[in-house]
């Protein structure tokens, strides 16, 4: 066994390398490999590792490039999109192939944004080059990936018409560098990390700083409310992270201040529970021994019928109110045990561990962001004056302690 292991992973690795052997020189080719096509490009139907223009979308390309090289704000950009109701790259794709599984989590006020402008602007395919080789596998047999370095990458030019010249992709990175469009980091040490979302678009609130006379000020903002238009767009208020703590602090206060009245109410229906498990145990008991009576008297009745004490009909009639029985007592045995199988699950391990949670932090003074993490599946802000928690308890939980 052990040699012919050693057989079958060194074919393995073997036919792997025989693989990337012959990917690796359709690479080098230029030849398109990849699944996905980017945005404005799509697979040529007479060359399926050849890709061309797509027209309709390919006219926004170039307008986008257009606007980087006249050193337009990213912001402005999808402002500029917006407003003209120019169709996402998501949108624009389930139009074109309906039915598709692809962007299907998308929300319906999509919108043109940083990321997705910053992602056209970084594509060097839009210049006639095919990039290649930008991931590749970390072992025999293992589905993770990892990041390749660009000079190791495949890049090879003018295997398609490009979008766009290579001068103006390049003239775009520099002014696209050059008046800074880079992403901001911020230290994820407030309360509230990642659980800050819009109440219209759905998606999660950026936290920002701002510094002013000496003050630091941090709120939460819809990064995607600038870039859209109309009255029914995301909130362009910025929400203070002082406020926005301080009201679900308040609540989760309610929430700790409960966790008495809530453990007194939890061992009450424990001790129904348990005595409702025992009225069920001592039923199974006493049905569990009429399941074996009726055993016994199925074989009593066929002794008694083999030493002639039976005639033919009264032991058939026995035979088929015993087998009657014993159906019935059979249904009735295995319905009180899922009962009492039902009653142990409830004991209950959900309303126990959020009991447990609020108990570890029924003596807190302030909000924290592990409290948050256990406590918060994400707080919903529509606006400062309307925000929603919700909470990572189970319905059931929620209902028992009547939040």
């Keep these: 066994m052990v040699m012919k292991n050693i057989v079958y992973d060194y074919y393995s690795k073997d036919l792997s390398m025989k693989v990337k052997t012959a990917k690796y020189q359709k690479m080098k080719q230029g030849k398109y490999l990849g699944g996905h096509v980017p945005y404005g490009l799509m697979k040529d139907p007479k060359d399926k590792h050849k890709l061309i223009a797509d027209p309709e979308a390919a006219a926004v ?51 043109w944004t940083h990321a997705n402008l910053r992602t056209i602007l970084k ?53 696209f560098y050059e008046i800074g469009e880079t992403k901001n980091v911020i230290q994820k040490t407030y309360s509230l990390y990642r659980k800050v979302k819009c109440g219209i678009c759905g998606r999660a609130m950026s936290y920002k700083t701002y510094f002013r006379n000496g003050v630091t000020y941090r709120y939460f903002t819809c990064p995607h409310a600038k870039e859209q238009t109309g009255e029914d767009g995301c909130c362009r208020r910025y929400v203070i992270e002082d406020s926005l703590n301080e009201i679900v602090w308040s609540v989760i206060r309610q929430l700790l201040d409960m966790t008495d009245v809530f453990k007194q109410k ?24 009429e399941k074996e009576k009726c055993e016994s008297d199925r074989f009593v009745n066929v002794d008694q019928f083999m030493a002639g004490q039976l005639d033919k009909e009264v032991y058939q009639r026995r035979r088929a109110d015993l087998g009657r029985l014993a159906e019935k007592l059979d249904a009735d045995i295995a319905e009180l045990e ?15 561990q959020a009991l447990s949670v609020m108990k570890k932090y029924s003596g807190a003074d302030e909000l924290t962001q592990a409290m948050v993490q256990e406590l918060i599946e994400k707080v919903v802000v529509t606006d400062p004056e309307h925000v929603e928690i919700v909470w990572k308890f189970k319905d059931e939980v929620r209902n028992f302690i009547g939040i």
């Excluded at 050193?71 to 003209?84: F, S, Y």
């Excluded at 072992?139 to 001068?167: D, L």
């Design 61 to 111: 390309v170039r307008e986008i490039f257009d606007m980087a090289i006249a050193k337009m704000r990213i912001i402005d950009m999808a402002r500029t999109l917006n407003e003209r109701g120019v169709e996402t790259p998501g949108q624009y794709y389930r139009r074109r192939h309906p039915g598709t599984k692809k962007f299907i989590n998308s929300s319906d006020k999509a919108c």
């Design 123 to 175: 594509q060097e395919m839009y210049y006639g080059a095919i990039v290649s080789h930008k991931r590749q596998g970390i072992g025999v047999g293992c589905k993770h990936t990892a990041s390749v370095p660009k000079e190791e990458q495949f890049i090879v030019e003018g295997r398609h018409e490009g979008i766009i010249t290579k001068e103006d992709f390049l003239k775009a990175q520099e002014i």
């Design 266 to 289: 939890l061992d009450k229906q424990n001790n129904v529970s348990r005595q409702d498990s025992l009225i069920l145990a001592e039923k199974l008991a006493r049905l569990q021994q």
């Design 338 to 352: 899922q009962k009492l199988k039902d009653a142990e699950t409830m004991k209950d391990d959900n309303l126990s």
